[in-house]
């Protein structure tokens, strides 16, 4: 996950930094630092990852035109 993914991720499930900050059990200052590029620990960025996972995102590795994120759909 780089630092536009989470910004798309956190967009689309519309949390603040707070929110996510908060769901994978780190700091808003960390959300922030991943955000503007910044290099995080591996296990760091892995718990913020998961917690947009499991919050509905799924991530789109490259595929010719860049990495992206789209939500899961919605179950019936």
């Known amino acids: ?9 956190r967009s689309a499930l519309q949390l603040g ?10 700091s808003p200052t960390t959300i ?3 955000e503007a590029g910044e290099e995080l620990k591996p296990r760091t960025v892995a718990a913020i990852r ?3 996972e499991t919050a509905g995102v799924i991530f ?3 595929n010719g035109e860049g990495p ?3 939500l899961r759909k919605a179950k019936a």
């Open 50 to 52: 998961a917690a947009l």
């Open 60 to 62: 789109v590795d490259e």
């Open 32 to 34: 922030v630092r991943l």
């Open 1 to 9: 996950m780089n630092a536009a993914q989470c910004r798309m991720a």
């Open 17 to 26: 930094v707070r929110e996510l900050a908060d769901s994978a059990q780190v």
């Open 68 to 70: 992206g994120v789209r």
